[in-house]
């Protein structure tokens, strides 16, 4: 397998990476250049994003000046509790929600609306019904990959089918489909535009232990195909999902006016092997760290109860 | 087991007739006729031979029961046909738009409930003036045409304006997250969407088209099944063809809506 040395991020090069950039660019100008192509280009940023709602009882903030930039490349989980504006924060980078503040730059480009730079797995699926779950996709690749011919994109469409396991369900509507099948459709459908920023609201989250493990390979086959150029931010409640994956997780503090609480890296090497990793010490710290960070305001209301 | 309902339903219906015709007889009197002003069912039964006798009968002065029944059928096919025509698109335009829908709603909401019956006298005047034509062409017959288009945008164009309007956000943000083109986000969501909704305005505009175009050949003339009622019933004394008439237009109502509700049953998604 081929691989970059900027392919791979490890945690918190990033830094180290910025600080050389400045440092080369004060040396000299040629090093600085060979240092801005191996610096790893940032992908998505979020600065200073607050995202209000108009509510009948007042305005409701959900989430506050949220800082977080993130790299091209990268795996990055968002946790936090029900409610905190998880949901809210990914819709700010799709464009579904446009941020009452601040701004998001993805691709290099300021997020005015939705685009298919952008695959979104919508938390609810968002299936349209009248349409099989292969004219789901396919109207998809049709639109976004104008270069194919009308085999070509079949066989795209059939591809990505197979990849989750619905080939045989392929002329079914959504309505008789069940809830994981729907994901998995709406996961084909966000992987077959072959999208730069995959952009996952609980991807997993109405998948049974074994097709979800089945699912996690396909999305890292899938980011390691394209040389893992291609960014994922993925919204997950499950703390074991956001280790195997992320390279960065996002823990949010409970809203009303969410902030980011902590940003933990995940220092585990690639390729992760699911069964080991769990014995892995590094693992284990991640995990109790994490399990501590989103616990300990539920062990205070737990005493008062 | 619906057969059985539906004969049940026939029989009682035959049952409250018979009994309100008896209730009514005049018992004075000797001439069958006379003695029931509402005829009885059997009575009807009578006539029934010499109404269908000829029933495409379509010289000058004799048209056959047939031949104006295909009357009324075509003025309605024609205003309803003309007026969805119009509504089905201006109804799109106006769900996708606020802008347009706040032009366009105060027009809606003045005409729509002007009587149908108001606008074949102004129909009457322009096509009159406009010079004559034969048959179905004729002034009269367009001006009853032209109430037919006027009645049957209304369900239609609200319908369709609430089905474009209504279509979730969820459904739009698919088509924007995958960079459907206009026509793709047309022919793939937003008509898909509203279809049920504009199905059920044509359901509603067919169903006020049919009962209004009854009244409406009354005053126009012609070879409608109204002018039937009115010049064949009322005028020659005939209640049986009244209670004919009656049938007829019922019968023929009740398919045109068991079409329409077909025809909703295949374009919703959901029920499927
Ligand atoms: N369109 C909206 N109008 C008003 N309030 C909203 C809207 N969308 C979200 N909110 C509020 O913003 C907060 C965050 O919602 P969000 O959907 O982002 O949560 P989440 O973290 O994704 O939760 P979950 O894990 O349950 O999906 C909630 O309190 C919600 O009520
Ligand atoms: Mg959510």
């Known amino acids: ?7 791979t991020p490890q945690a918190g090069s990033s830094m180290d990476n910025s600080d050389k950039q400045v440092l080369a660019k004060m040396v000299d100008s040629a090093s600085a250049f060979h240092k801005v192509v191996a610096q790893p280009q940032t992908s998505v940023s979020i600065k200073d994003v607050t995202v209000s709602f108009k509510t009948p009882t007042g305005i409701y903030t959900a989430v506050k000046s949220i800082d977080l930039d993130i790299r091209k490349g990268e795996i990055v989980a968002l946790i936090g509790h029900s409610g905190c504006g ?3 924060l990914m819709n700010t980078i799709s464009g579904m929600v446009k941020p009452s503040s601040g701004e998001v730059i993805a691709n290099g480009k300021r997020v005015t609306g939705p685009g298919p730079d952008r695959g979104i797995v919508f938390q609810n699926y968002s299936l349209l019904p009248w349409l099989s779950v292969y004219r789901n996709i396919y109207e998809a690749v049709d639109s976004v990959m104008k270069d194919m011919c009308s085999a070509e994109k079949k066989d795209h ?3 990505n089918l197979k990849m989750v396991h619905l080939y045989e369900h392929k002329d079914k509507l959504p309505g008789q489909l069940s809830g994981g099948m729907k994901q998995r459709v709406a996961i084909a459908r966000a992987f077959a535009i072959n999208p730069s920023i995959l952009l996952l609201d609980e991807p997993f989250g109405a998948l049974d232990a074994l097709t979800k ?3 996690h390979v396909e999305l890292l086959k899938l980011w390691n195909l394209d040389n893992r150029n291609k ?14 994956l992320a390279d960065r997780v996002v823990v949010m503090n409970n809203g009303p006016a969410a902030t980011i609480k902590e940003i933990v890296d995940v220092p585990l090497e690639r390729p992760r092997n699911k069964k080991e990793i769990v014995h892995d010490p ?11 960070l989103l616990l300990d305001k539920f062990s205070i209301e737990d005493e008062v109860e | 087991m619906p057969v059985l309902y539906f004969v049940g339903s026939i029989l009682l219906l035959l049952g409250i007739w018979t009994l309100i015709a008896w209730g009514n007889r005049n018992p004075e009197a000797t001439d069958l006729v006379e003695r029931y002003p509402l005829p009885t069912p059997l009575m009807t ?25 295909i009357g009324s059928l075509m003025r309605v096919g024609i205003g309803f046909g003309l007026g969805s025509l119009i509504a089905i698109p201006l109804g799109l335009l106006l769900g996708s738009s606020k802008f347009m829908m706040s032009l366009i709603n105060p027009i809606v909401q003045i005409l729509r409930p002007v009587s149908p019956l108001a606008w074949y006298p102004l129909g009457l005047a322009v096509f009159s003036a406009a010079g004559g034509g034969d048959g179905l062409m004729n002034p009269s017959s367009k001006a009853a045409i032209f109430m037919i288009f006027i009645c049957s945008l209304w369900p239609t164009l609200i319908n369709t304006a609430f089905g474009v309007a209504s279509i979730p956000q969820d459904h739009k943000n698919v088509g924007k997250a995958f960079g459907f083109s206009v026509w793709k986000y047309i022919i793939r969501i937003l008509l898909p969407y509203s279809l049920p909704h504009i199905v059920t305005g044509l359901k509603l505009s067919i169903g006020v088209a049919w009962m209004v175009i009854v009244a409406g050949e009354m005053l126009s003339g012609g070879d409608g099944l109204g002018f039937f009622v009115w010049e064949e019933g009322f005028n020659a004394g005939k209640t049986t063809h009244i209670i004919v008439a009656i049938l007829i237009i019922g019968i023929v109502g009740f398919i045109l809506d068991k079409f329409f509700s077909s025809l909703q049953k295949a374009f919703s998604y959901d029920a499927k």
């Open chain 1, 1 to 7: 397998m081929m691989q970059n040395n900027y392919a």
């Open chain 1, 282 to 292: 590094l693992y284990m710290e991640t995990h109790d760290k994490l399990l501590s």
């Open chain 1, 157 to 159: 469409v059939e591809q």
């Open chain 1, 213 to 215: 493990s089945n699912m």
């Open chain 1, 86 to 88: 998880k949901s809210t």
């Open chain 2, 45 to 69: 039964l009578d006539v029934l031979s010499e109404i269908f006798a000829n029933p495409f009968q379509n010289d000058p002065d004799v048209k056959g029961i047939g031949t104006k029944l």
């Open chain 1, 231 to 244: 960014t994922i931010i993925m919204v997950t409640h499950d703390i074991e999902e956001a280790i195997f």
